[in-house]
């Protein structure tokens, strides 16, 4: 039985505030959000980190960032600016195994999260 939270998003199961869809992925508002836009966009295959990607899946990730500059267009953060983020296992703070990309924007974000 699959127990991934994203992959009942993605199907449904679980609500979400949904602000896109197509055959391959879902975007949604993240509930707790860390900036006055952030969405999250998932591919609805369960891949559970980035390092699951390969040459067969790789369009995802493509479409992943298409989807994300559509929304930031949408939600009139293209101009002002926003950030991509996607984690990668524990060292980076991935909390939910179901890759996704963080779109953050709305604010100025400042500089890059620190890596020291
Ligand atoms: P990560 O740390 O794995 O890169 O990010 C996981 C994100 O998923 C977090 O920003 C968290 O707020 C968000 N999140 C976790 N559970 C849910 C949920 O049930 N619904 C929504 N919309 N976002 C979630
Ligand atoms: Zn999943």
């Known amino acids: 039985m699959n127990e991934c939270i994203f992959c ?3 199907t449904g199961e ?5 602000l ?3 055959d391959d992925v879902v975007a949604f ?5 860390a900036a006055p836009v952030h969405i ?3 591919p609805k295959k369960h891949l559970p980190t980035l390092n699951d990607i390969d040459d067969k899946n790789a369009h995802l990730i493509a479409k992943m960032h298409l989807v994300a500059k559509e929304l930031a267009h949408a ?13 990668c296992n524990s060292d980076a703070g ?9 779109l953050l924007g709305g604010k100025p974000l400042g500089p890059m999260i620190a890596c020291r």
Do not use: M, T, W
């Not at 508002?29 to 959000?33: K, L, Q, T, V, Y």
């Not at 939600?75 to 984690?87: E, P």
């Not at 991935?94 to 963080?102: A, C, K, N, P, S």
């Open 14 to 18: 679980i609500p979400c505030d949904k």
């Open 75 to 87: 939600k009139k953060i293209s101009a002002g600016g926003y950030r991509i983020i996607i984690n």
């Open 8 to 10: 009942k998003i993605a």
């Open 94 to 102: 991935q909390e939910v195994f179901h890759l996704h990309l963080h």
């Open 29 to 33: 508002s993240d509930i707790n959000p």
């Open 20 to 22: 896109y869809e197509d």
């Open 40 to 42: 999250l966009i998932i």
